[in-house]
């Protein structure tokens, strides 16, 4: 057998073809083969394959629980993870909502010092005195309505000819 692996194949004469023909070398390679020893299976081949085959039914049950094991490790974190995200976004939620109810309050009293502002107490102003005169504007005869509501829509509120006389000629009103 070793003669046969470990020889070199006999020379080609010069100028012939390269290449054997395939009929001629696949003859060589099933010749060589032939001559190769045949393998037997030992005595106990049938009793170790038996013993495997019942070996992988135990592993493969072995297997299937740890995987059932593996699959339900993971649903417990994915669930848990998912709880967890949900209470960190409840808890943002609630901080924003938080904020926004003081930025609220804080406009709304913004707002309301505003119409305060914006809405005077009395309608008479006081404009100053020369000795014996004293220059009062009643602001109530200008335009009657005095909120802000009852001018929306009027681009410009005129007097009316009575408003507009000269203090000298209206009498007193205060």
């Given at each position: ?7 070199f ?18 003859r ?37 629980r ?26 943002a939620?609630?901080v ?12 709304q ?7 305060r ?19 009062v ?9 005095r ?7 009027r ?20």
């Amino acid at each position: 057998m070793s003669a046969t692996l470990h020889s070199f194949p006999p020379r080609r004469p010069e100028g012939s073809d390269p290449a054997p023909e395939s009929g001629d070398l696949d003859r060589q390679i099933r010749e060589a083969l032939g001559r190769l020893p045949r393998e037997r299976a030992g005595e106990d081949f049938t009793v170790q394959v038996l013993e495997r085959a019942a070996g992988a039914g135990a592993n493969g049950v072995r297997r299937l629980r740890s995987l059932a094991a593996a699959a339900v490790f993971f649903a417990v974190g994915a669930v848990g993870a998912h709880e967890w995200n949900a209470a960190q976004s409840r808890e943002a939620a609630a901080v924003r909502m938080a904020s926004l109810r003081a930025e609220y309050a804080v406009l709304q009293a913004e707002l309301q010092s505003l119409q305060r502002a914006a809405d005077p107490p009395s309608p008479v102003v006081y404009l100053g005195g020369e000795g014996d005169v004293e220059y009062v504007l009643d602001l109530s005869r200008l335009i009657p309505e005095r909120s802000p509501a009852a001018r929306v829509g009027r681009a410009s509120a005129r007097p009316s000819a009575a408003a507009m006389r000269p203090a000298a000629i209206r009498p007193a009103s205060y």
